[in-house]
C-alpha cells in the first residue's frame, strides 16, 4: 500500500536518465551550525543516494546530530544550503521536514508510556471523519506498514509494556507512518541487545529494497562495514571525506574520525590480585514486580583485578548492580565491602565505604541533566571541603575543580557552566566517569561505561579501567558487549537466570563458550564452574 508521500513524491533511481531527476536525494552543502559561538558544524557536505545506507561518522561531539538535526529542522543553518532531490529547501521545522519526505528516528525516544502503540504514532497526524478519530482505521493502517517492513509490531500494545528495541521500531513506524522516504537513524543501536541490533539491520536492509533512503548517525565501525554502502566522516565539527565501505576498512575509518593511529586491543599486563574487596553471598534481590532476578548468586572481586559480568540482558545483572550501590532493596544474602556489610544501606553510606558507580543509565542515575556539567560532577563532594566549607558551596573551588577534570578527561564541552543536557552521549559518559575515579574509590562498578562511545573514547575508558586495577583497586564491568568482555577482564563470571553459573579466564575460553554459558548450556546448568 502507497503512503500519501509516495503517491506525491514516487521513488527515484538515482540512475534514471532525463526528466530532473538528480544523482542525490540528499544535498547539505557547506553547512555551517554556531551556538553562542561554538562552531558545531563548519563548512560540512554530505551528499544521500537514492537506496543506500549512508553512514554518518565521527566521535562523540564531533557534530553528528547537530548536522542531522539541521537536515530534520530542528535546528537552522547559520550557511550553506540543502536539496532535496535537486531543489533546494529551507527546512524550517520538523513539519517541512516530513512533508519533503525526510523522517528521524532520535537516540531518546519520544513516546507517551501511557498510550498505545497506535496512539503514539498517529499523534500529532490523527485520521478523522466529521471531526472523530478514524482509530480502527488507523490501526490497520499500522499494521499493513508493519507487516509491510518486518517491524513485527502490536499497534494495541502500551509503550511501557514492551521492549527498548520494540520502542524503537515503533518510532521507525511514525516516520514511515508520516509517508518518509528518506531516514535519519540517530545512534539506534546504542541501547539494543546483540539481537535487537541483528533485527535492526534486517529492517533496515528491508526498508533499502522498498525504495528508502538512509542516512544513519553512529560510531560503530562493525555496523558500518556490515551494512552501510557510503560512509561520510567528520571530526571536531569539520568534514574529513566521503569513502565507499567496500574500499576501506575499520582501522581506516577509525583514524580519519580520531585523527590519529586507534589501538583496539587495549595493552595489559597480567593482574596480581590480592585480598578479596567485594564478597557477595547468597543474594536475592527482587524485581519491580517483586520477581526474583538475582537468586542465590554468589562472587568475589578481588584487589587489583577486573571482574567481567557477562550475560544476555535480563538475567539478573542490573539488578545486582543496583543491590550493591544501593538503589535497590536486598530481600536476602549479604554484600560486604572493605570488610563491611553495605545490603540495604543507603547509596551515600555505600559510597563513603569506597565504592564508585558508573550506571548502566546514566541518564536516570548518572546525571541531572539540567545542572551544570560543573555541579553534576561535584554531586559526590559538595558537602566536603575545600568544595564546601560551614554548609556553604565555594562555586569558585566547585568549577574549577569541574575544570581540572574536563580537561584530565577530555569532556568535549564549551564550558563547565553548560548543562548536561547539551553534552553528547559519550561526553556526558566521560564526566560520570571523571567524577567517580577522582574519589579514588577502592570498588569501582563500571554497568555498561562503554554505551554508546566512539572507539577513541572506548580506548580511553578502557585505559582507565587498567589503571584502577593497576593501582590496587577492585573493579567490576558489567557489559553485553562480549568483545569488551573478552578484551578487559581478568576473570569473567557468567550469570543466568539470576547466578553465577561459570566463572573463567578470557584467555582459556572464547565467545562461542561464553554464548552457550549466557544460554544456559548444560555445563551452566549442571553448575560446573571453571574457577579462576
Known amino acids: 500500500m502507497k503512503t500519501v508521500r509516495e503517491a506525491v513524491f514516487p521513488v527515484l533511481s538515482f540512475n534514471d536518465k532525463g526528466s530532473e531527476n538528480v544523482d542525490y536525494v540528499i544535498e547539505m552543502l557547506g553547512i555551517r551550525k554556531e551556538f553562542s559561538g561554538f562552531v558545531a558544524n563548519d563548512n560540512i557536505t554530505l551528499q544521500l543516494k537514492q537506496g543506500e545506507i549512508h553512514a554518518l561518522l565521527g566521535e562523540n561531539g564531533a557534530g553528528k546530530s547537530t548536522l542531522m538535526n539541521v537536515l530534520f529542522g530542528l535546528y537552522e543553518p547559520d550557511g550553506g544550503e540543502i536539496r532535496v532531490r535537486g531543489q533546494k529547501e529551507d527546512i524550517h521545522s520538523p513539519n517541512k521536514a ?10 531518546h525516544f519520544m513516546l507517551v508510556d501511557k498510550f498505545t502503540v497506535a496512539e503514539n504514532i498517529i499523534l500529532g497526524k490523527e485520521p478523522s471523519k466529521f471531526g472523530v478519530i478514524e482509530k480502527k482505521k488507523a490501526i490497520q493502517e499500522i499494521q499493513e506498514i508493519s507487516d509491510r517492513y518486518g517491524l513485527r509490531v502490536d499497534p494495541n500494545a502500551l509503550i511501557r509494556d514492551i521492549s527498548i528495541g520494540m520502542q524503537q521500531r515503533v518510532e521507525i513506524l511514525k516516520t514511515l507512518y508520516r509517508g518518509a522516504d528518506i531516514l535519519i537513524f540517530d545512534e539506534p543501536t546504542a541501547v539494543l541487545t546483540p539481537q535487537e541490533i541483528k533485527e535492526l539491520i534486517q529492517i533496515m536492509r528491508s526498508l533499502i529494497k522498498e525504495g528508502k533512503s538512509i542516512i544513519l548517525i553512529t560510531h560503530k565501525l562493525k555496523e558500518i562495514m556490515d551494512v552501510c554502502d557510503r560512509v561520510t566522516v567528520i571530526r571536531r565539527g569539520k568534514g574529513i571525506g566521503t569513502v565507499d565501505v567496500s574500499e576501506t576498512n575499520p582501522q581506516e575509518l577509525a583514524n580519519m574520525m580520531v585523527g590519529r593511529e586507534v589501538v583496539f586491543k587495549t595493552e595489559k599486563t597480567p ?7 567485594l564478597v557477595i553471598k547468597d543474594l536475592i534481590v527482587k524485581e519491580s514486580r517483586g520477581v526474583e532476578s538475582v537468586r542465590g548468586l554468589n562472587l568475589s572481586v578481588r584487589a587489583g583485578e577486573i571482574v567481567g559480568i557477562a550475560g544476555v540482558d535480563g538475567n539478573g545483572q542490573s539488578e545486582l548492580i543496583q543491590a550493591i550501590s544501593g538503589l535497590t532493596k536486598v530481600t536476602n544474602g549479604t554484600i560486604t565491602l ?21 550506571p548502566e543509565d546514566r541518564h536516570k542515575h548518572g546525571l541531572v541533566l539540567e545542572m551544570t556539567i560543573g555541579e553534576n560532577i561535584a554531586l559526590q563532594t559538595y558537602y566536603k571541603k575545600p568544595i564546601s566549607n560551614k554548609g556553604f558551596l565555594n562555586h569558585k573551588e566547585m568549577y574549577q575543580f569541574a575544570r581540572n577534570l574536563i580537561e584530565e578527561f577530555d569532556v568535549r564541552t564549551s564550558s563547565e557552566y553548560v548543562s548536561a543536557k547539551s553534552l553528547s552521549g559519550g561526553n556526558q559518559q566521560k564526566a560520570i566517569i571523571a567524577r567517580e575515579l577522582s574519589r579514588d574509590p577502592d570498588f569501582l562498578i563500571a554497568a555498561q561505561p562503554t554505551r554508546g562511545l566512539d572507539v577513541g573514547a572506548i580506548e580511553f575508558i578502557h585505559r582507565r579501567l587498567i589503571e584502577q586495577r593497576d593501582k590496587g583497586k577492585a573493579v567490576l564491568l558489567m557489559s553485553f558487549e562480549l568483545d569488551e568482555i ?16 561459570a566463572i573463567v579466564k578470557p584467555e582459556e575460553t572464547t565467545e562461542q563458550e561464553l554464548g552457550l554459558l549466557m544460554a544456559g548450556s548444560k555445563k551452566a546448568e549442571t553448575g560446573e564452574a571453571i574457577h579462576g
Do not use: F
Not at 516530513?98 to 537516540?107: A, F, K, R, S, Y
Not at 572493605?338 to 558508573?358: A, C, D, F, V, Y
Open 98 to 107: 516530513n512533508d519533503l519526505g525526510i523522517g528521524m528516528v532520535h537516540q
Open 271 to 277: 593482574a596480581h590480585p590480592g585480598e578479596d574487596v
Open 338 to 358: 572493605n570488610g563491611q556489610r553495605i545490603e540495604n544501606k543507603k547509596p551515600r553510606k555505600i559510597t563513603e565505604s569506597g565504592l564508585g558507580h558508573i
Open 486 to 501: 573478552m578484551n578487559v577482564s581478568d576473570r569473567i563470571a557468567v550469570i543466568y537466570e539470576g547466578k553465577i553459573v
